[in-house]
Nanobody, 124 residues
Framework: VQLQASGGGLVQAGDSLRLSCVVS????????MAWFRQYSGLEREFVAA????????SYSDSVKGRFTMSRDNAKKTVHLQMNSLKPEDTARYYC??????????????????WGQGTQVTVSS
């Protein structure tokens, strides 16, 4: 299984970005998908997750109401729409996958597969 993330960039506070993550392999529907972010020198922080059930998504409190995660099973792709970006959203964003069902998996250690990450930088 390979995960390829894209869509990061340099934006100003208040702007929007849309991250995408394409998953290779034939079992995408079996995965819980998630986004984590990592600030320099710190552990990866949970951002959002999408479970296998319709509409099953979870968000961290810091992004709730601003970020929206979606998944397209036919295209084996997940997106993270990030609106009203803040300088504190600056981080490297990683998509991740684990075999499971529900979106309530917030620990990076629960995810078996990781993409290479994409950098998001928000200037003030």
């Amino acid at each position: 299984v390979q995960l390829q993330a894209s869509g990061g960039g340099l934006v100003q506070a208040g702007d929007s970005l849309r991250l995408s993550c394409v998953v290779s392999g034939h079992t995408f529907r079996s995965y819980v998908m998630a986004w984590f972010r990592q600030y320099s020198g710190l552990e990866r922080e949970f951002v959002a997750a999408s479970g296998r059930g319709d509409g099953d998504t979870s968000y961290s409190d810091s992004v709730k109401g601003r970020f929206t995660m979606s998944r397209d099973n036919a295209k084996k792709t997940v997106h993270l729409q990030m609106n009203s970006l803040k300088p504190e959203d600056t981080a490297r964003y990683y998509c991740a996958a684990r075999v499971g069902y529900g979106s309530n998996s917030y620990d990076s250690g629960e995810y078996q597969y990781w993409g290479q990450g994409t950098q998001v930088t928000v200037s003030s």
